[in-house]
C-alpha cells in the first residue's frame, strides 16, 4: 500500500517549456487535490477534483491545467512554465473522512 | 473566508522542554481541525485531529484541544525530543468545503 505518490520528484524547466506532474493514490479516495508550497506561504490549493469525472480551480489556478484521468489518477500540467512557477509541488487524496494524505512532492525550479 | 493563524517560527526549544505552537482559526460552523507535520524533504503527514468542540487529539505525545469559545487549536507536547524538529501546519477543513485552509507553517528546531 504505497498511498499517494508522485513523479517525477524533482524538475528544472525553462521559461516557457510544458511538463505534467503525475500522482495517483492506491487508497480508492474520491477527491484528489493539487497544492504548492512557497516559503513563507503555507499550502495553497491550485485544483482539486471531488470525485471522477470532475475538477475545481482553487486558490491559485492561473497558469495550470488539470485531468482526473481516472479514480487513481490525477495530473497537473503546466503549458509554459514561467519562473513564478518555481515551488514544490504536492498532491493529496481524501477518502470519507475529513483527513488528506499527502505524496512526497515534486520539486521544479524554472529558470 | 475560513482561515487560519498560527505563531511565527522558529521556535528553538532545548530537549525535554514543553512545546506549545499556538493556532486559532477563522471560519463559520464547527470546521473539522488538524495539525500536520514536515519533515525536511518530505511531504506533509497528518499528525493530529479534531471534528468537533472540546475533543482532544493526541497522537505521539502531542495534543491538541478544539476550542470552539477561544477558536484555537493550541498544539502542546510536554517534552519534545531532537526527531521532533520539523515544520508544523495547523489547518481547517469547512463542513461545506472540500479542500483544507492551512496556516503558514511553524518551524521547530529542538537541540540537545
Known amino acids: 500500500n504505497a498511498g499517494v505518490t508522485q513523479t517525477p520528484k524533482f524538475q528544472v524547466l525553462k521559461t516557457g517549456q510544458s511538463m505534467t506532474l503525475q500522482c495517483a493514490q492506491d487508497?480508492?479516495?474520491?477527491?484528489m487535490y493539487w497544492y504548492r508550497q512557497d516559503p513563507g506561504m503555507g499550502l495553497r490549493l491550485i485544483y482539486y477534483s471531488a470525485s471522477e469525472g470532475t475538477t475545481d480551480k482553487g486558490e491559485v489556478p492561473n497558469g495550470y491545467n488539470v485531468s482526473r484521468l481516472n479514480k487513481r489518477e490525477f495530473s497537473l500540467r503546466l503549458e509554459s512554465a514561467a519562473p513564478s512557477q518555481t515551488s514544490v509541488y504536492f498532491c493529496a487524496s481524501r477518502g470519507t473522512g475529513k483527513e488528506q494524505y499527502f505524496g512526497p512532492g515534486t520539486r521544479l525550479t524554472v529558470t | 473566508g475560513d482561515s487560519v493563524t498560527q505563531m511565527e517560527g522558529p521556535v528553538t526549544l532545548s530537549e525535554e522542554a514543553f512545546l506549545t505552537i499556538n493556532c486559532t482559526y477563522t471560519?463559520?460552523?464547527?470546521?473539522?481541525l488538524f495539525w500536520y507535520v514536515q519533515y525536511p524533504g518530505e511531504g506533509l503527514q497528518l499528525l493530529l485531529k479534531a471534528t468537533k468542540a472540546d475533543d482532544k487529539g493526541s497522537n505521539k505525545g502531542f495534543e491538541a484541544t478544539y476550542r470552539k469559545e477561544t477558536t484555537s487549536f493550541h498544539l502542546e507536547k510536554g517534552s519534545v525530543q531532537v526527531s521532533d524538529s520539523a515544520v508544523y501546519f495547523c489547518a481547517l477543513q469547512a463542513n461545506s468545503g472540500y479542500a483544507l485552509n492551512f496556516g503558514k507553517g511553524t518551524s521547530l528546531l529542538v537541540t540537545p
Open positions: 471560519a463559520t460552523g464547527y470546521p473539522s
Open positions: 487508497m480508492n479516495h474520491n477527491s
